[in-house]
Nanobody, 122 residues
Framework: VQLQASGGGLVQTGGSLGLSCAAS????????MGWFRKAPGKEREFAAA????????YYADSVKGRFTISRDNAKNMVYLHSNSLKPEDTAVYYC????????????????WGQGTLVTVSS
């Protein structure tokens, strides 16, 4: 599976942004998908994940209520919509694909996109 993340950019505090991840290659619908992020000087962290069917979603406490993950298996796409953005949301956001049930750990994801930068100005 090849993953291509896009949609990052500069947004003001309190603003909204939508990220997209396009998948190609193997059957996309069989994979759980996740979004991770890495802020400058910090470790990579989990942001959100969605089951292969789209029926179950998981969120880190830091983004719960502000971010929404979704997917369209017919289009081989996964999305992360973010509202009420904060400066601490500034990071490179990565999409990832993996097999499994539940919010997979980062090491359990088999495929990663190249990342898209989100910068939230204060």
């Amino acid at each position: 599976v090849q993953l291509q993340a896009s949609g990052g950019g500069l947004v003001q505090t309190g603003g909204s942004l939508g990220l997209s991840c396009a998948a190609s290659g193997r059957t996309f619908s069989g994979y759980a998908m996740g979004w991770f992020r890495k802020a400058p000087g910090k470790e990579r962290e989990f942001a959100a994940a969605i089951s292969w069917s789209g029926g179950t979603t998981y969120y880190a406490d830091s983004v719960k209520g502000r971010f929404t993950i979704s997917r369209d298996n017919a289009k081989n796409m996964v999305y992360l919509h973010s509202n009420s953005l904060k400066p601490e949301d500034t990071a490179v956001y990565y999409c990832a694909a993996g097999y499994g049930v539940g919010p997979l750990e980062a090491y359990e994801y088999d495929y990663w996109g190249q990342g898209t930068l989100v910068t939230v100005s204060s």
